[in-house]
C-alpha cells in the first residue's frame, strides 16, 4: 500500500482524466459536460506539470503544448460524440495535430504523406460511407456506450502501466544517471544500445548543398534509408497493397446484389 | 532533447489508450476502425520521436511502412462494413453477436442480444464446389 501511495503523483492525474473520459462517453440521460471538462482539463495540467516539463526552446515547447493539447483534446472528443460525422470530423483534427506533431520530430515528409492519406483519403472515405449509410446522424446504437465503466478501467490500467515503465526507466532516470545515483535503476529501453549499430545507411550524412547539417528528416535522407536498408520491406509493402486491392475488389457488394 | 522524447511517448501513449477505449465501446462500425486508426497514430508518435532521438531515419521508414499498412487496412474495412450494412441494413456490431461461439456469455446490454437470422438472404452464398451431379436432375423429357 505504501508503494501505492509513492506513485500517487503518477496515478491521480490518470485516474482524473479517465473519469472524465468515463463520464463523457455517450450514455442515456444528460452527461455532465462541466465536471467532466473541469477533471479532464486538471488532469492535463497535472500531467504537463509531472511529465512534460517546458524546455529552453521556447517556440518548440509552445509548438508542443498546442499541438500534444490538440491531440489528446480532439481524441477525447472523437471517442465520447455521439453523431458519427463530428466523430470523423474529430479524428481528422487527431490527425492535423499528430501531424504537427511529426513536424517537430523533423519529419517534414511524413506530416504531408499523413494529411494526403489520412485527411484527404481515409477521412473522406468514411464519411462518404457515413453520409451513404447513416442519413439520420446519431441512431440508438451511438447514443449508448458500450460498457464504459469496464472499458474504462482497462484504458486506466494500461495506461498506468505504460506511465510507470516510463517514470521508472524513462527519460526522468537518465537525467538521475547523470548525478550518479546509484538507486536509480538504469534507462533500459530509451538509450541506443552500445553494441548493436544501426543501419548504416539510416544514419544521418552531411547535406550536399549544406555540408555543415546533416539530412535527418530530410527527403534524401528518408529515401536513402528507405530504399537501401528496407528494400526487401518496401517490396513486400508493395505486394501487401496489390493483395489488398484484390481483396477489397473481391469482397465489395456486387451490383447484382443491389447497392446501398 | 531528453525531456523532448519522454513527453511525446507520454502524448503516444495517451492517444493510444483514448484509441482503445474507443474501440472497446463505441459500436458503430465506422467507429471502431476509425479508433483504431488512432491507436496507431499513437504509435507513429512514439516511432518518429524514437528516430529523432536517435538521430537515424529508421523510425519515419517504420512510420511509412505503418501508413501503408492503415491504408490496406481502411480499403478492406470499408468492404467488409460495406457488405455487413447490405445483410442488417445498420452499422450496429451488436447485431452480429451470433458469429461468437455458442457458449461464450453475452455481453450485450440491451436488445436481447443474439440476432437470429430470420431471412435466408442472412446466410452465406457458398460457390458450389466439384462436379455437377447429373442423374436425378435431368428432366425426364429432355432429350439427349
Known sequence: MNSLLEQAPLLAPLALGILAVWMLLPREGNRAWIIAGLCGVSALLWLTKNFLPPTDNVVQTGMFYAFAAGAVLSGVMMITESNPVYAALWFAMVTLSVCGLFLINAAPFLAATTVIVYAGAIVVTFLFVIMLAQQGGATGYDRKAFQPTLASIAGFMLLACLMFTLQEFGGKAIAVEEGEDPRMPRPQFIL?????????????????DKPDQNDLGTLQGVGRSLFGDYLFAVELAGTVLLIATIGTIALAPRRSQGTL | MTAQLESQLVVGAILFVLGAIGFLTRRNLILMMLSAEMMLHGVA???????????????????????????????????????????????????????????????????GGRFAPQHPADMPILTPAGRMPNSPVVPSNTKI
Not at chain 2, 467488409?80 to 451470433?98: A, P, T
Request: aromatic share 8%; proline share 8%.
Open chain 1, 192 to 208: 541506443p544500445p552500445a553494441t548493436v549499430m544501426a543501419n548504416p545507411l539510416s544514419q544521418p550524412m552531411p547535406r550536399k
Open chain 2, 45 to 111: 508518435v512514439n516511432l518518429t520521436a524514437f528516430g529523432r532521438y536517435h538521430g537515424n531515419a529508421s523510425g519515419q521508414v517504420f512510420t511509412i511502412f505503418v501508413l501503408t499498412i492503415a491504408a490496406c487496412e481502411a480499403g478492406l474495412a470499408l468492404a467488409l462494413i460495406l457488405g455487413l450494412y447490405q445483410r442488417r441494413k445498420s452499422l450496429d456490431v451488436q447485431l452480429w453477436g451470433n458469429l461468437g461461439e455458442p457458449d461464450l456469455p453475452q455481453m450485450s446490454t440491451e436488445e
